[in-house]
């Protein structure tokens, strides 16, 4: 589906694009030029109307053109481009010619590219939600992990999908959970053991918790 045309001076990294209909912004195109499929994202959207411009300083001419002109505007944006999808989404090394259409990417494109080897599933995107976000298992247990936010951000939400994904490839997965909060939790792929502690650290001396 197309919903725009490049305009202006393109780069390797961005082109701007015009367009008839209001895309969402985070949403996925692709550009086609050169024998090549380029993925890009929607960063940015201006809406506009040449007769109401800058330059007027009235409420009432506001108005008064308004009346006239009535709801006709343009749509602005702004695409960053992400890489070539048939290249390991290495950057184009030719930008896209001015009136390259920008097409929204479809579910077998995004399927592509969010491809990966012993998928663990994180979630899906927002804009389409039959495309699956996955991260590679191998790689996420071979690294140091920490997961920030602020409160109420989904920090323990994040733990459990990982957690359940981890299940599904018969990890194990010891937990201290400080503040209780996995006690009652329910796994698809696996349940929650509770072990309850017989030392309590505080009665310790450093010699007992370094030995």
């Given at each position: 589906?197309?919903?725009?045309?490049?305009?202006?001076?393109?780069?390797?990294?961005?082109?701007?694009?015009?367009?008839?209909?209001?895309?969402?912004?985070?949403?996925?195109?692709?550009?086609?030029?050169?024998?090549?499929?380029?993925?890009?994202?929607?960063?940015?959207?201006?809406?506009?109307?040449?007769?109401?411009?800058?330059?007027?300083?009235?409420?009432?001419?506001?108005?008064?053109?308004?009346?006239?002109?009535?709801?006709?505007?343009?749509?602005?944006?702004?695409?960053?481009?992400?890489?070539?999808?048939?290249?390991?989404?290495?950057?184009?090394?030719?930008?896209?010619?001015?009136?390259?259409?920008?097409?929204?990417?479809?579910?077998?494109?995004?399927?592509?590219?969010?491809?990966?080897?012993?998928?663990?599933?994180?979630?899906?995107?927002?804009?389409?939600?039959?495309?699956?976000?996955?991260?590679?298992?191998?790689?996420?247990?071979n690294r140091?992990?920490?997961?920030?936010?602020?409160?109420?951000?989904?920090?323990?939400?994040t733990v459990?999908?990982?957690?359940?994904?981890?299940?599904?490839?018969?990890?194990?997965?010891?937990?201290?959970?400080?503040?209780?909060?996995?006690?009652?939790?329910?796994?698809?792929?696996?349940?929650?053991?509770?072990?309850?502690?017989?030392?309590?650290?505080?009665?310790?001396?450093?010699?007992?918790?370094?030995?």
């Amino acid at each position: 589906m197309i919903i725009g045309r490049c305009i202006g001076e393109t780069s390797l990294v961005e082109v701007t694009f015009i367009s008839n209909e209001m895309p969402k912004v985070g949403e996925y195109v692709c550009l086609r030029y050169d024998d090549r499929t380029i993925l890009g994202m929607i960063e940015t959207m201006v809406r506009g109307n040449v007769a109401l411009n800058g330059e007027i300083y009235s409420p009432e001419t506001v108005e008064m053109i308004t009346k006239i002109e009535g709801d006709e505007y343009y749509i602005k944006g702004k695409v960053r481009i992400l890489g070539d999808i048939d290249d390991n989404l290495k950057l184009p090394r030719t930008p896209a010619p001015p009136g390259t259409p920008i097409e929204l990417a479809d579910e077998t494109i995004l399927n592509k590219v969010f491809k990966v080897g012993n998928p663990l599933k994180i979630g899906t995107l927002i804009n389409q939600e039959d495309v699956k976000v996955n991260i590679n298992a191998n790689s996420f247990l071979n690294r140091h992990l920490a997961i920030l936010a602020m409160t109420g951000a989904g920090k323990s939400n994040t733990v459990a999908v990982l957690i359940d994904g981890l299940l599904d490839y018969n990890v194990p997965i010891f937990i201290f959970d400080m503040h209780g909060e996995y006690v009652s939790a329910e796994f698809t792929n696996g349940d929650v053991n509770v072990i309850r502690p017989k030392i309590n650290p505080i009665y310790m001396s450093f010699s007992e918790i370094k030995g």
